[in-house]
């Protein structure tokens, strides 16, 4: 089955850092990209960024280019997420999801993913 | 950058038929793909390149495309069907390639 685990919810302050994890399993991880998408709370999805595992080449929003750095191990199949300095304003949930690209391109499966919380 | 508008919400009796629509600049131009959202879950494909079902899915579930817009249509609705819909294509020229539609609550009443 393939699969993508996300490491556990955190609760943060403002001007932490943070790395989320998400661990893929069941199939070749260096085969399909990677995107992080956010889920502000009550609100719908945005893309953030992608990378590609086998070479970690990355692709960022203009929305978030700057302020998030994705990057990934393949050699133990993960990928990450993270903040170098946090705001409130990060507060949401984040899913990954695994590309799919033929003619097009879309997202299967995604992860049950982690819910950051930044208060002070 | 590419811009998805779907109606915020739909209501439709059990047994009855549901359509969601997606709008966008010559969008049947463009592949669209369907996720469905149930609350406090991830996203799951349910439609991509505008009809095909990923094997799991109810043939209930199915897809347009053309023009101005994309339709997720969904037969014979069930009280699991509840949930939201969202919309997505690939703007291969794009410096924002993914986008997402808006988001349409589905009540089934």
């Known amino acids: 089955e393939v699969q993508l685990v996300q490491s556990g919810a955190e609760v943060k302050k403002p001007g932490e850092s943070l790395r989320i994890s998400c661990k893929g399993s069941g199939y070749s991880f260096t085969s399909y990209w990677i995107s992080w998408v956010r889920q502000m709370p009550g609100k719908g999805l945005e893309w953030m960024g992608r990378i590609d595992p086998s070479d970690s080449y990355t692709n960022y929003s203009p929305s978030f280019q700057g302020h998030v750095t994705i990057s990934a191990d393949k050699s133990i199949s993960t990928a990450y997420l993270q903040w170098s300095s946090l705001k409130a304003s990060d507060t949401a949930m984040y899913y990954c999801?695994?590309?799919?690209?033929?003619?097009?391109?879309?997202?299967?499966?995604w992860g049950q993913g982690t819910l950051v919380t930044v208060s002070s | 950058s590419y811009v998805l508008t779907q109606p915020p919400s739909v209501s439709v009796a059990p047994g009855q038929t549901a359509r969601i629509t997606c709008g966008g600049n010559n969008i049947g131009s463009k592949s669209v793909h369907w996720y469905q959202q149930k609350p406090g879950q991830a996203p799951v494909l349910v439609v991509y390149?505008?009809?095909d079902r990923p094997s799991g899915i109810p043939e209930r579930f199915s897809g347009s495309n053309s023009g101005n817009t994309a339709t997720l249509t969904i037969s014979r609705v069930e009280a699991g069907d509840e949930a939201d819909y969202y919309c997505?294509?690939?703007?291969?020229?794009?410096?924002?390639?993914?986008?997402f539609g808006t988001g349409t609550k589905v009540t089934v009443l």
């Open positions: 390149d505008d009809s």
């Open positions: 999801a695994r590309h799919v690209t033929l003619v097009s391109d879309w997202f299967d499966p």
């Open positions: 997505q294509v690939w703007d291969s020229s794009s410096d924002h390639p993914y986008v």
